[in-house]
């Protein structure tokens, strides 16, 4: 909880330049945007993005899109192409997000990514929105500001009915425009819509002069992170073991013997943020995997989550 509640600050220099430093400290802020107040916090620290998680109960992790202020400041984070280009130059700022392959050096959280290795990345066309990624010059994870399962919020009244105590603060700029959602286009393949919304895909498909391949809800591809076992290591997963077994890996939280600890201290927060990089790093060993239990309480049941689809029975 945060000591003093939730602080609300307006949506003028004042008030921008302290979300930015908020933001700057690993903080919270939820931030108005054309959609609804986003939850916002600095893509680039995991235990930052791990508490986004957090205040919103949120039971998984999905990959949540990274915004950020200009063309040049995704540009440091995806590799750039002509399609994203055009893209870019016809609408944003606005409500279209471009998915898009990780730079190298991208130093976003896996966390943001749910372990992909894209990017969804968006420019909004909110002025305070605007005025808050400049001041902060970094890219802000930022799904809808509400518990999960509740309802988006588009006042300042409406976030902190939900999230009061839990964030640091929400910049309030009034009520947003009940707005659709961003659309979403992947340009990591061929060019595909992953998820309709405010720039009409006839508008996308003029200007990329081709059509799109659709990848919605119910195909395979659309939204990978519900996939049972997308994220699976190509190793066998075993959780709630207590030591590893033949040729495993372990895999440990808290104060255990291990081959790799999330989080010593018992940290969920600290855990979560480094999921997916754990993962990764034991698939490469090329060994099986074995994981010691974790508690199933906040963050720990989208960490469980998570590793349960890793277990799972993989599909081919
Ligand atoms: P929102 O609900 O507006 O916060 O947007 C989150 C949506 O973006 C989710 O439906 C995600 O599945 C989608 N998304 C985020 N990152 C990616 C990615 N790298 N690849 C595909 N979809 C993504
Ligand atoms: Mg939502």
Redesign the pocket.
């Known amino acids: 909880m945060i000591p003093n509640g939730t602080l609300t600050l307006s949506a003028d220099p004042a008030g921008i330049a302290l979300a930015a430093d908020l933001l700057r400290q690993g903080l919270l802020v939820a931030i108005p945007t054309e959609?609804v107040y986003?939850l916002g916090g600095d893509a680039r620290n995991g235990e930052a993005v791990a508490n986004i998680y957090a205040a919103k109960g949120r039971p998984s992790f999905?990959?949540?899109?990274a915004h950020v202020a200009s063309t040049e400041a995704a540009r440091r984070f995806v590799t750039w192409s002509d399609n994203a280009e055009a893209l870019a130059a016809a609408f944003w700022p606005g409500p279209l997000?471009l998915?898009l392959p990780l730079r190298p050096d991208h130093g976003i959280s896996s966390l943001?990514?749910?372990g992909?290795?894209?990017?969804?990345v968006r420019v909004p066309a909110h002025p305070a929105a605007r005025a808050l990624l400049s001041e902060f010059d970094g890219p802000v994870a930022?799904?809808?500001a509400n518990p999960s399962g509740q309802i988006s919020p588009t006042t300042a009244a409406h976030v902190l009915s939900g999230l009061n105590g839990r964030i640091a603060a929400v910049l309030d700029d009034g009520p947003c425009g009940v707005g659709l959602?961003?659309t979403?286009v992947?340009l990591?393949g061929e060019p595909a819509l992953?998820?309709p919304?405010g720039v009409a895909l006839e508008q996308i498909e003029a200007v990329l002069g081709t059509q799109l391949h659709h990848h919605l809800p119910g195909d395979a591809?659309?939204?990978?992170?519900?996939l049972q076992s997308h994220y699976a290591p190509d190793a066998p997963v075993r959780l709630d073991a207590s030591t590893a077994q033949g040729d495993e890996v372990l895999l440990g939280f808290g104060p255990v013997d291990c081959d790799l600890n999330l989080s010593a201290k018992g940290d969920l927060s600290e855990a979560a943020a480094n999921l997916f990089a754990a993962l990764h790093s034991l698939n490469d060993t090329g060994r099986p995997i074995a994981v010691t239990p974790i508690p199933d309480h906040g963050l720990g049941a989208a960490i469980n989550d998570r590793l349960r689809r890793a277990a799972a029975p993989r599909n081919s």
């Open positions: 959609t986003g999905n990959p949540l899109i997000t998915v943001v990514t749910a992909l290795e894209t990017l969804a930022a799904p809808s959602e961003s979403i992947g990591s992953l998820r919304g591809l659309s939204a990978p992170g519900q």
